[in-house]
């Protein structure tokens, strides 16, 4: 992370601690409350009583706007874990391919309060208003695991947050299509109902609309691939130490107060292991056939059949393990280049506990020679 994101996650921190304590201090917060934060989809009532009290004490009914993202900063205070993402990581997992999601992998998740940082550029931007982070909060239940998003715009506390502003709450069954997020009567509703705020409330035309509800989508695709990346057996997680030096704030200044985090940086190193991207030479062999003069058919009959150099887009690869396969992991495989010249891929190293093939040649390496 470079000082620039670090300055504005710093100042993300600051600003929403800043917001929220003092709500927290206006309704006089207790222990009480917070033992509801663990299953926010079944406390209506608690959640009426939080609306009740800062409306009472701000002595205004806007205020309860605030009661999602409030909630969500409450539950993610007892953990105060933040993970930042690269850029070009961020860019290539909302490629990854559709998949199944397997509420086990979720249950083993390190936190299930976080917040998600994203360094500006990474989500799409609308009308000069971007995603600056989310609350995640996971809650599991007999039947579902939810899933609860609240997004912070970059522009955060101005009073004319367009996108994202949002919160969503999301059941996960065992095994659904990550797709099927998108086909839930809560994503309908909430799709219906956000639809007429961006028309009327936000004064967008149809085609602003429109962008912002993709862009939306977009968001929510990144956040879940991202929460199942944590879960996988190759997640590239950096667990950032804080430094202990102190510096004494000269008199009469203010001392600001900056809330301690655990701070995960996610893919940092992905940019220095990617893969090389192809580069077709196809002037160099075109000059190659000229000068052995021999036609492109002489020369395939001569050669054994290759492969055609192709891409493979990133996925999900789910494997069992452990004493009678019985443990499920996942990897995360980013975009490969098949069939393509070994100095334009990255070299991939595999951990394997197989044993060897016993009573059995490998054709590859035998010496034995044919008849």
């Given at each position: ?165 949002i919160a969503m709450a999301f059941p996960i069954t065992n ?197």
């Open positions: 992370m470079n000082n620039k994101d670090k300055e504005a996650l710093t100042a993300l921190l600051k600003e929403n601690h800043e917001v929220y304590q003092g709500i927290s201090r206006r309704i006089h917060w207790t222990v009480a409350d917070s033992a509801c934060l663990d299953d926010l989809m079944n406390s209506k009532e608690f959640q009426k009583d939080i609306v009740s009290r800062m409306q009472h004490a701000a002595n205004s009914k806007a205020v309860a706007g605030y009661m999602p993202s409030f909630l969500a900063f409450k539950a993610w205070q007892r953990t105060k874990a933040v993970y930042s993402f690269n850029n070009e990581f961020v860019d290539d997992i909302a490629k990854t391919s559709d998949t199944n999601l397997y509420t086990s992998l979720l249950d083993r998740l390190p936190f299930k309060d976080m917040l998600f940082f994203f360094p500006e550029g990474t989500l799409p931007t609308i009308k000069d208003e971007e995603t600056a982070g989310m609350y995640v909060h996971v809650e599991r239940h007999p039947e579902h695991l939810w899933i609860i998003f609240n997004f912070i715009d970059r522009a955060f506390n101005n009073g004319t947050q367009i996108y994202p502003g095994g659904m299509k990550l797709s099927g997020v998108f086909e839930t009567p809560q994503y309908l509703e909430w799709l219906t109902v956000y639809k007429r705020t961006v028309f009327i409330d936000r004064h967008l035309n149809e085609q602003e609309a429109e962008e912002c509800l993709l862009a939306t989508r977009k968001a929510l695709n990144v956040a879940i691939n991202l929460l199942y990346y944590l879960s996988s057996q190759n997640a590239d997680i950096k667990e950032v130490k804080s430094s202990k030096k102190t510096h004494k704030a000269p008199p009469m200044q203010k001392k600001e107060e900056v809330p301690v985090v655990k701070l995960h940086e996610v893919g940092a190193e992905y940019p220095t292991i990617i893969y090389r991207k192809l580069k077709v030479k196809s002037e160099e062999s075109k000059a190659d056939e000229e000068l052995d003069g021999e036609s492109t058919t002489t020369q395939a009959a001569k050669s054994p059949q290759k492969r055609r150099p192709h891409a493979r887009k990133a996925h999900w690869q789910h494997y069992w393990t452990g004493k009678g396969r019985s443990t499920l992991e996942v990897r995360w495989i980013p975009d490969l280049f098949v069939g393509a010249n070994r100095d334009d891929q990255v070299v991939v190293v595999y951990d394997s506990e197989k044993g060897s093939l016993k009573g059995k040649r490998n054709p590859n390496t035998s010496k034995k020679k044919k008849s």
